[in-house]
Nanobody, 123 residues
Framework: HVQLVESGGGSVQAGGSLRLSCAAS????????MGWFRQAPGKEREVVAT????????YYADSVRGRFAISHDRPKNTVYLQMNGLKPEDTSVYYC?????????????????WGQGTQVTVS
């Protein structure tokens, strides 16, 4: 089965940038969409961005649109989340996930495999 491993988290000052990576390995299980979610302590998990792996379709939460960019490197089987103009409210654990099918807006329950998460802290 597919495994997802996130990396690239860290601590930055407000206005800074980070790039998260999500490397997929193993049988993809028919995944056609990858997404980034985040969850802060005491808050519900929320979708950040998703991307269809076989076409140009992307989705962004209103809170990150224009600041974040999701992309996919097919040869490397890796999805990226470029985060610019970071704000303290972006502080969270960021999770990568895979789904069969692209929806707008996405549904968390469609994502059948999740990474372990990477911490992003903005001060």
């Amino acid at each position: 089965h597919v495994q997802l491993v996130e990396s690239g988290g860290g601590s930055v000052q407000a206005g800074g940038s980070l790039r998260l990576s999500c490397a997929a390995s193993g049988n993809t299980g028919g995944a056609t969409c990858m997404g980034w979610f985040r969850q802060a302590p005491g808050k519900e998990r929320e979708v950040v961005a998703t991307i269809y792996l076989y076409g140009p379709m992307t989705y962004y939460a209103d809170s990150v649109r224009g600041r974040f960019a999701i992309s996919h490197d097919r040869p490397k089987n890796t999805v990226y989340l470029q985060m610019n103009g970071l704000k303290p409210e972006d502080t969270s654990v960021y999770y990568c996930a895979a789904a069969r099918g692209f929806r707008d807006p996405p549904r968390a329950r469609d994502f059948f495999v999740w990474g372990q998460g990477t911490q992003v802290t903005v001060s």
